[in-house]
């Protein structure tokens, strides 16, 4: 009987044994498979939650100018909401580059530069931080405190504030996918209006600033011109009383006496000499272009003030050798 126990008992050893080993297996791999699980698709896993995320709103703002939380999409019954907003990120991007964002209070609320989920202030930030390029406006909209804020750096807080109250009744009239559009739409046609007005405000100034130096020049032209010929006209004067002088003590010298005659000769060819240098500069100061007059005042100048001294000096020649003359 012993010996026969002791065989049964063996056989039921080695028969159980590896019915542990397998239960073993099975209770220690089962948390490892769930960990590893693949959800099945449509399903909501904690991985989903977590990747809507202010980083989200950030990176969808700057690839595609658009962001609609996962919050919003679940919880608001809007049809075509997110393709009423991508429609007018796109129809504004030729006019002002704009981005829109409509969220769940939460995730708002968890942005740090929101400030506790002011969308206002989160707009601002986005705009300022949001490059490659850098929005005109920035559109952010709180869906459950149906709140919202607008970030340009192109208008001023009252403007901005304007742009806002006259969209309000959209929002509550015809949801958010519209009120955003229409935040953006008139935020974009401001800012255009703004620059349109600036830029005709310069183009009058520039106008003005055109029109003064035109009428400065004009008048240094005309001013320029009749001073020159006044002050020619005194030249053209002393040139002819000198051509008087010349013309009567040229015979005069002939009939002077042998101690005097060479000396008033000699004085008297020096100053015809001078006389005729004198002259051919003084025609050519006659008739100078008027810009010339305007540009190159000082050569013009110079040039006047050296024909008026060969004159002034042959006109004291010739007095000298008319006082021979005459005694």
């Given at each position: ?53 202010p980083d989200d709103i950030v990176k969808n703002l700057g690839s595609k100018g658009y962001y609609v939380s996962q919050a919003v ?206 002259n051919t500069s003084l025609r050519q100061l006659e008739k100078p272009n008027t810009w010339a007059l305007m540009f190159k005042g ?30």
């Amino acid at each position: 009987m012993r010996l026969l126990s002791r065989t049964t008992s063996k056989k039921w050893q080695i028969a159980f044994g590896p019915a542990l080993l397998m239960l073993a297996l099975l209770i220690f791999v089962s948390p490892v498979a769930a960990q590893t699980a693949t959800p099945r698709p449509g399903g909501t896993t904690s991985a989903q939650q977590v990747s809507d995320t202010p980083d989200d709103i950030v990176k969808n703002l700057g690839s595609k100018g658009y962001y609609v939380s996962q919050a919003v999409k679940t919880n608001v019954n809007e049809p075509g909401l997110e393709s009423k907003i991508a429609d007018t990120v796109s129809k504004l991007k030729g006019k002002q580059d704009t981005r829109i964002a409509v969220l769940g209070n939460t995730i708002l609320t968890q942005a740090p530069q929101s400030k506790g989920g002011n969308p206002a202030d989160y707009a601002g930030f986005l705009q300022g931080y949001l490059s490659s390029p850098k929005p005109d406006v920035v559109v952010v909209v709180d869906a459950n405190k149906k709140a919202v804020g607008l970030g340009t750096d192109k208008l001023s807080a009252a403007e901005r504030q304007e742009v806002i109250n006259e969209s309000l009744s959209t929002f509550n009239t015809k949801g958010f996918g519209e009120g955003a559009s229409m935040v953006a739409q008139k935020a974009a046609d401001k800012i255009s209006s703004k620059e349109t007005s600036g830029t005709l405000t310069t183009v009058a100034i520039v106008v003005a600033i055109l029109a003064l130096i035109g009428g400065f020049l004009a008048y240094r032209y005309f001013t320029a011109r009749s001073y020159w010929n006044k002050r020619v006209a005194e030249l053209q004067g002393l040139a002819g009383q000198v051509s008087n002088m010349v013309l009567d003590l040229s015979p005069k010298i002939d009939y002077l006496s042998d101690r005097v005659r060479e000396q008033a000769r000699g004085l008297f060819g020096q100053a015809s000499s001078t006389f005729s240098n004198a002259n051919t500069s003084l025609r050519q100061l006659e008739k100078p272009n008027t810009w010339a007059l305007m540009f190159k005042g000082g050569e013009y100048e110079k040039q006047y003030q050296m024909t008026a001294s060969q004159l002034q000096t042959t006109r004291n020649a010739l007095t000298q050798v008319q006082t021979t003359v005459d005694k």
